[in-house]
């Protein structure tokens, strides 16, 4: 018999805001432990918790750049359960009413396809603190406690581990463009669980579903699921039964292991929070959060193939980096040959990144200095070849083309007097490839342009260099 | 005479004009208390030297006889409210030895009108109790009767109002918890509306319910206390952004004209005869003061014992689920955390809180939440109608504030529900989320045990309670009488 | 998956009134609370009495009423993402039971 996964994620991600959700300690990572902390986020008796307004607001974009309904009224409840990790141990969070209900984020499968994942729903909550394991204690540090979480509930509708790699790739990529998160998950700032079962292909309802947790890259959710999958198929081909648990993967040991069963499974003890009101969310709200929407990257692709003129891989490739996109943009509005910019970057510069494993925040190099070597090259004042020196030299030191060429001489030799000095030189080196040339080999006219090139340290305007020796040959 | 029997206004104006210094009303009361409260056990903790030393840099600030508030009043405060620096422990085992960290938002207005913050009033563990037996740390005695319990769950700062070893206290009020005790201790307990007083640093016992309110000897002192401890406060989200009339200035008025609704559920068989005389009594001199008698209904009055105690248990369940032995207050070790978790709370916890968790649990749990706790704030929206078409009809509801007279230590303990009854006058009130006061209004005969009179008003509605109030305290003189100590 | 569980109100009637159900070992393990058998024993006496008399809302027909959460009706009550300094350190360690590396000490957390 065939089978097929039935996959849902729940993605969960920090909000970039500057303090936390519900007071005003820093959010920023890497603190020392337990310096961003107050009575209300280490849950004190008798304090309460103000809203902070921009995490509100941030969801409530998500909500509407990935078409959901943004919901007219929503609660915060307190979803109880007993963690050294939670202050209060019940996190505020939505139970009922979330601020963002359906909606889709549409992925590329092979072969060009498209396809909408549906989004189940989008709510707001607080995250928890952060745990150390020693020999035979734990140690909390809460200064991420309390951090605005947005979590994103997907419908289960994918269907291999390769899906849910180019789901969370493209809610991530939507997310960091419109600056909801920075989504590093190496900072724990995206986290994903995934739900999947099996069933025989053609089967309507689902299979017993498995919970999966601690999936702490992309591609440890794909290994995550992908061994999970086999791991149901193979006990249903064996007549055995799948039971509805919650697994831990361990990427290291390449496996998941039960976490806990069913009968263990929590009673969160939902209610509306006393200490919250609800937010109403106004006409005017939404079109605050509408005004502050980033250009979805499908349309910016579009827009990147008519407005520059790039081929359709080119204005994929940059559109799925917002940074790059962006970087690039910079570069190319001011360009009159953004074609060439685009070059430049496809090729020099990601080649250069990832070389230098920096990323492209992380670059030396300023757009306006990459929109003004294109300009050099164009305009014959180095050559292509040149070019790329300087690009190495840009990269390295961030210094302007400009400055570099000025400073190692670099500018192009179009002086015909000068060029006719190294002609001559290349000719009398080089008997017998003059010869060549006269029998009938064109292409010995090559060699003598490199012999060119070298006499003047690359420098000869190549164009000049051919017309000359063209002359020079034949009319010699 | 001696400073601590003066009211607040009485003493202010000795501080003004610079007869009494801060530190001799200070000296007054640590003297008083020293006196008398081995026999009352009122206060859990006091530290005379820090007291002393708040009130010499109050008098060398000239805060005492400047126009500030409460310029140099000592203000005793309930065990439920932070106070930085001080001790904290909602007189329960489990935050033993814990220390504020930060100051309420109460406490932070009673510092800037010039307030000395003189020490803290003993309460039912975690304000869960009528009687303030449910202490972890002792029994509080009233005043009147040192055989019997002050009332609860404020107990300790309603019975140190009443014996005159504070001229005012905090208390906090989730189902009666100021005006019961107010009521069996003598003095005057003030309810506000809620969001009218930030909960900012009360620890929470059931938030959508609780309120900081004040005890005082006398109506007046009621007002004051509030005009300081009332406004808007950005750290509570419930607080309302109201503005704050100036009670003090709003009294005097009298009732004539005012329309008093008397709620015929309120007036019940099986109340003690004494209290309904004296409540009848007391309507009377209302009504003999210019006031219009109408009858009204509250018709779910009935249900308020069973909504307060499914919705307050259910939040509290959740409010006290922080007290775990990780970040502050007591730890018992365990074999894991779970373990600790339970033996930690199992042994942190008394019998009345333990008891409340429990039945706040089960009624949120999965299967039963619908049942109970979601029923439970459906019938509170009926109550809360009650209050709505009554108001319509008149402009304060007056009835007894508690069915009985203070009871004898020890004589409900064994049966939760009944001390749950003694709330049936107060409870509706904090489930419409309206103000209330409680006032002396008579005496039982034998024994002398005070009766307490309760005023209740619209939402926001305290100015004309406290006018009403002050009315009837004019008219008569229950206020002045002192327990014999 | 954490959807909006439905709920038929009928079915909960009988269930209330079922005291039998009342597990309190189960209600003492959700609230981390240690009972001993003598305390299970009294508050589950305790509780089916005060179980049987909060019944009585059963009387009532709520179908048609709004629960009320809040006792005010405040909505959108956010403050600015502005950033307020921290406590320090020293002060909160103090308070805690357990504490090293500046840390809060627990029992070895196991998943």
Redesign the interface.
């Known amino acids: 018999m065939q089978y097929e996964a039935v996959i849902?994620l729940?993605v969960h991600v920090q909000l970039k805001?500057?303090?936390k959700m519900f007071?005003?300690?820093?959010t920023e990572f890497g603190g020392?432990?337990?310096?961003?902390?107050?009575?209300v986020c280490?849950?004190?008796?008798?304090?309460?918790?103000?809203?902070?307004?921009?995490?509100?607001s941030k969801t409530i974009r998500t909500g509407l750049m990935i078409g959901s309904k943004v919901a007219g009224f929503s609660?915060w409840d307190?979803k109880?359960y007993?963690?050294?990790d939670m202050?209060?141990?019940?996190q505020i969070s939505q139970?009922?009413l979330p601020l963002c209900a359906e909606g889709a984020v549409e992925i590329k499968l092979d072969g060009g396809k498209t396809k909408a994942i549906g989004v189940?729903?989008a709510h707001l909550e607080e995250d928890v603190a952060k745990?150390?394991?020693?020999?035979?204690?734990?140690?909390?540090?809460?200064n991420r406690a309390g951090v605005p979480l947005m979590e994103v509930?997907s419908e289960p509708d994918m269907r291999s581990p390769e899906e849910a790699f180019a789901y969370i790739t493209a809610l991530k990529e939507i997310l960091v463009s419109g600056g909801i998160s920075d989504c590093d998950m190496e900072k724990g700032q995206l986290r994903c669980d995934s739900?999947v079962s099996v069933r025989p292909i053609g089967q309507k309802e689902f299979g017993e579903k498995v919970e999966i947790k601690n999936m702490n890259t992309i591609s440890g959710v794909r290994r995550a699921l992908a061994y999970e999958i086999q791991r149901q198929t193979a006990a249903l081909q064996k007549g055995e039964k799948v039971s509805q648990e919650t697994r831990?993967w361990d990427d290291a040991a390449g496996r998941t292991f039960v976490?806990r069963t069913k009968e263990y499974a929590h009673?969160y003890?939902?209610?509306?929070d006393?200490?919250?009101?609800?937010?109403?969310v106004s006409e005017e709200m939404i079109a605050a959060a509408r005004k502050l929407l980033p250009e979805l990257p499908e349309a910016k692709r579009q827009r990147f193939i008519k407005q520059y003129g790039l081929p359709e891989y080119d204005a994929g490739v940059l559109v799925a980096d917002t940074a790059l996109a962006g970087y690039y943009e910079k570069a190319a509005v001011a360009s009159k040959n953004p074609k060439a910019i685009s070059n430049w970057v496809m090729t020099e510069l990601l080649g250069k990144l990832s070389e230098a494993k920096r990323t492209i925040g992380e670059c030396a190099i300023q757009p306006e200095h990459l929109t003004e070597l294109v300009a050099l090259v164009d305009g014959g004042q180095i050559s292509g070849k040149i070019g790329k020196e300087v690009f190495a030299e840009m990269f390295d030191s961030g210094k302007s083309p400009g400055l570099i060429v000025k400073e190692k001489g670099l500018v192009q030799v179009s002086d015909t007097g000068a060029l006719e000095g190294f002609v001559n030189e290349a000719i009398a080196k080089s008997p017998k490839s003059v010869a060549d040339f006269k029998a009938g080999n064109e292409g010995a006219i090559n060699f003598l342009k490199g012999q060119v090139m070298k006499l003047s340290k690359g420098k000869a305007n190549p164009q000049l260099v051919g017309e000359i020796l063209q002359r020079k040959l034949r009319g010699g | 005479m001696s400073l601590h029997t003066l009211t607040i206004h009485q003493l202010r104006e000795k501080l003004r004009r610079g007869n009494v210094s801060a530190r001799e009303a200070t000296q007054s009361l640590l003297d008083r208390i020293q006196s008398v409260d081995g026999k009352l056990k009122a206060y859990l903790w006091l530290d005379a030297e820090d007291a002393l030393a708040q009130a010499d840099a109050i008098d060398r600030s000239g805060i005492a006889k400047n126009g500030k508030l409460l310029g140099g009043v000592p203000v005793a405060i309930k065990d439920v409210i932070n106070v930085e620096g001080q001790p904290c422990t909602c007189a329960s085992k489990i935050l033993k030895g814990h220390t504020s960290v930060y100051d309420a938002f109460v406490v932070q207005r009673l510092r800037e009108a010039g307030a000395i913050l003189l020490g803290r009033t003993n309460m039912d563990e975690f304000a869960m109790g009528s009687s303030t037996e449910n202490s972890s740390w002792g029994i509080t005695h009233n005043p009147w009767d040192l055989e019997r319990i002050p009332g609860g769950s404020s107990g300790g700062s309603a019975a140190a109002v009443a014996a005159d070893e504070a001229f005012a206290a905090l208390g906090s009020d989730t189902g009666g918890s100021i005006r019961q005790p107010a009521s069996l201790c003598g003095c005057v307990g003030f309810k506000p509306t809620y969001g009218r007083v930030s909960r900012y640093g009360l620890v929470a016992f059931a938030s959508s319910l609780d309120q900081v309110g004040p005890f005082t000897k006398d109506v007046a002192d009621g007002a004051l206390m509030l005009r300081v401890l009332a406004g808007h406060d950005p750290h509570d989200t419930t607080s309302v952004p109201q503005p704050v009339p100036d009670y003090t200035a709003g009294l005097g008025k009298g009732v004539k004209g005012l329309r008093i609704g008397l709620p015929k559920e309120y007036f019940i068989d099986g109340m003690d005869r004494e209290v309904e005389a004296a409540v009848r009594a007391a309507i009377k001199k209302l009504q003999d003061l210019g006031a219009e008698i109408v009858e009204i209904s509250l018709p779910h009055t009935d249900y308020a014992v069973a909504v307060y105690y499914l919705i307050a248990t259910a939040e509290a369940s959740a409010n006290l689920a922080r007290f775990d032995g990780v970040r502050y207050g007591a730890r018992v070790t365990g074999e894991d955390v779970i373990d600790m978790y339970g033996k930690t709370r199992g042994a942190g916890f008394g019998p009345e809180v333990k008891r409340r968790i429990i039945l706040g649990t089960y009624a949120l749990s999965a299967g039963y939440h619908d049942a109970y706790y979601v029923r439970a704030q459906k019938v509170r929206t009926l109550i809360r109608q009650d209050f709505e078409k009554a108001f319509e009809r008149c402009d304060v509801i007056v009835t007894p504030t508690s069915p009985e007279v203070a009871f004898r230590i020890g004589e409900k303990t064994d049966d939760p529900l009944k001390m749950y009854l003694c709330d049936i006058f107060t409870i509706s009130v904090n489930l419409a989320g309206i103000c209330g006061v409680s006032l002396p209004c008579g005496f039982t005969n034998d024994p002398r045990l005070p009766i307490g009179l309760q005023v209740l008003g619209k939402p926001f509605g305290e100015e004309t309670v406290l006018g009403v109030a002050h009315a009837y305290e004019q008219a008569t003189e229950w206020h002045k009488a002192r327990p014999n100590l | 998956m954490r959807k909006p569980v439905a709920r038929r109100y009928d079915t909960f009637l009988n269930m209330a009134n079922d005291t039998n159900q009342f597990d309190v070992g189960y209600v003492a393990h959700l609230a981390r609370l240690h009972l001993s058998d003598s305390e299970k024993q009294k508050i589950s006496a305790q509780l089916k009495d005060t179980l049987a008399y909060v019944a009585k809302l059963n009387e009532l027909d709520v179908s048609k009423v709004e629960p009320t959460a809040h006792a005010t009706p405040l909505a959108n009550v956010l403050r600015r993402d502005e950033v307020r300094p921290s406590i320090d350190r020293a002060t909160i360690l103090k308070n805690a039971p357990e504490q090293a590396r500046d840390l809060f000490i627990v029992p070895k957390i196991v998943e």
């Open positions: 849902g729940e805001t500057k303090s007071c005003g300690c820093a020392s432990p337990n310096t961003q902390v107050c009575p280490l849950g004190y008796p008798g304090v309460l918790p103000v809203m902070n307004e921009e995490a509100v609660k307190r109880s007993f963690y050294p202050p209060k141990n019940y139970y009922d189940t729903r745990s150390t394991h020693f020999e035979t204690t734990s140690g909390v540090d809460f509930v739900n831990r976490m009673d003890r939902y209610f509306p006393p200490d919250l009101m609800p937010v109403v």
